[in-house]
């Protein structure tokens, strides 16, 4: 069992970046599978991007590739988002989920643990 806690989500203008933040806790997450995923109102929750924790491994969507980059901090357990040159359609809540083994991380359904998600709001 692991607690995951997002911050980092706000307010601004397109072009700007943000950092989102997914601190995990109960568990480290060596073994974890640790994705990002996003919801817009009236849309499904749809994949923005993955990292391997045991390994160097990352996917992106391809909306975001080349704009955002997922990280992690092993000491702090931690998982970061670095947001860049972000557009209206980057508007979403932002949620963060982890599975000791996700066999299709870019599905939903195959994480098992959430965060409460934080909100991201760009301006035109």
């Known amino acids: 069992q692991v607690q995951l806690v997002e911050s980092g989500g706000g307010l601004v203008q397109a072009g700007d970046s943000l950092r989102l933040s997914c601190a995990a806790s109960?568990?480290?997450?060596?073994?974890?599978?640790v994705g990002w995923f996003r919801q817009a109102p009236g849309k499904e929750r749809e994949f923005v991007s993955a990292?391997?924790?045991?390994?160097?491994?990352?996917y992106y969507a391809d909306s975001v590739k080349g704009r955002f980059t997922i990280s992690r901090d092993d000491a702090k357990n931690t998982v970061y988002l670095q947001m860049t040159s972000l557009k209206p359609e980057d508007t979403a809540v932002y949620y963060c989920?982890?599975?000791?083994?996700?066999?299709?991380?870019?599905?939903?359904?195959?994480?098992?643990?959430w965060g409460r998600g934080t909100q991201v709001t760009v301006s035109s």
């Open positions: 990292i391997d924790w045991g390994r160097t491994s990352t």
């Open positions: 109960g568990r480290p997450l060596e073994t974890y599978t």
């Open positions: 989920a982890a599975d000791v083994i996700a066999d299709n991380y870019v599905s939903s359904y195959d994480y098992d643990y």
